[in-house]
């Protein structure tokens, strides 16, 4: 006869209590990832943020005196599979760079200054000090776009990603005022194209790039690679974060008018110029114009990747291409390389004949 004292329903027994640890969930390690970013946070202050993190919402408070017709400006992106290599490296300190890049960059080419940004990390179990090392990197990128960080999300999602892996969204929002637009709308022939450089891939391109870099037979990612700073692995120079460009465009903007301005991402020139050209204008570009990074020859020849492919998949050098009235390229020029940018001279905008000539030539 069983002993009612021992059973797991005799009186006695007390059912040991269930948490939210239980099931995957660790409050305590979200509280200490705002801790570990408190700082971080901070730094990225500006002008109209109101209160710290922690709240329900963020406040900002615009100031709309220096507008005549002010119109917010709002971009979300996030960092797509470049994640992957910062999950194989180990390197998780730039791809925070990269999400707020590749937000703001699209808000400044309409012109607009970004003024705060909020970020989205999530995970399967979170690890407080990868996560504070992601967000810390997400804080330098609004330092460099001179963009508040006033808060995010940190999801953690048992079961739903992989260990050690995460996903990022970003969301910025910024202004510009009605006549200081930047649309293409004035964009003629005999405009001259200005090409920015990039940093390497930024975040585009990187699911062939995986498959390439480590393919049976390619090189992988410890594979030892000479960049302008120094010799090093693969992984990391292809982890080199996105270009921000905020600055250097702003200051641009209160010297001359920009035309049209493109950021080189997702379908690189042949499908990102036309996006800003009116439908009678077509661009020429000169390819011995720019230098074109070693990162990508190498990528083309691993892949035996077709020019035109190249053209259609990575920026191949040139992160922002800008279209200015002939009469100000000197300026542009000037104040750009002041900023601390390499820029160029890279093409002209002609008349387009037919609907059936290419919006973007690229000639050898």
């Known amino acids: 006869m069983s002993n009612p004292e021992n059973s797991a329903t005799g009186p006695t027994a007390t059912p040991r209590a269930t948490t939210y640890r239980d099931a995957g969930v660790d409050i ?8 570990l970013i408190r700082q971080a946070v901070a730094s990225t202050r500006r002008p109209g943020v109101l209160g710290g993190i922690g709240g329900f919402g963020a406040l900002f408070r615009p100031d709309w005196r220096h507008y005549a017709d002010p119109l917010l400006v709002s971009s979300t992106d996030g960092v797509g599979t470049k994640l992957k290599l910062a999950f194989l490296t180990g390197i998780h300190d730039t791809v925070g760079i990269d999400l707020v890049a590749m937000s703001v960059n699209d808000l400044v080419v309409q012109g607009a200054e970004p003024l705060f940004f ?24 609004c330092r460099q776009a001179g963009c508040a960080l006033v808060g995010g999300e940190t999801a953690e999602m048992p079961s739903f990603y992989p260990p050690g892996e995460y996903d990022l969204a970003g969301f910025a929002v910024g202004i510009v005022d009605r006549p200081a637009l930047i649309d ?13 450089a990039s940093s390497g891939p930024h975040s585009n391109g990187y699911s062939l790039i995986r498959h390439l870099v480590m393919a049976p037979g390619g090189p992988g990612l410890d594979a030892p690679f000479a960049t302008p700073t120094g010799e090093k692995r693969l992984g990391e120079a292809l982890l080199t974060p996105t270009r921000i460009y905020a600055r250097a465009i702003l200051d641009l903007a209160k010297r001359i008018t920009i035309k049209g301005l493109v950021h080189i991402t997702g379908g690189g020139f042949t499908e990102n110029i036309p996006r800003v050209l009116p439908d009678v204008t077509s661009v020429i570009l000169e390819k ?37 009235a002939e009469a100000d390229v000197e300026t542009a020029l000037t104040s750009l390389r002041a900023s601390g940018e390499e820029v160029w001279t890279i093409g002209r905008v002609v008349a387009r004949g037919a609907d059936s000539d290419p919006r973007v030539a690229i000639h050898d």
């Open 184 to 196: 293409g709308s004035t964009i003629a022939p005999g405009d001259v194209v200005l090409g920015i």
């Open 118 to 141: 909020l970020d989205y990390f999530a995970t399967g179990a979170l690890n407080p000090e990868v996560a504070a090392t992601v967000i810390q990197g997400i804080a330098e990128g």
């Open 28 to 35: 305590d390690a979200g509280n200490r990832v705002v801790e």
């Open 288 to 324: 011995r114009a720019w230098p074109r990074p070693p990162i990508f020859d190498l990528l083309q020849r691993l892949g035996n990747i077709e020019e035109a492919e190249m053209n259609r998949t990575f920026n191949c050098g040139l992160g922002m291409v800008a279209v200015v």
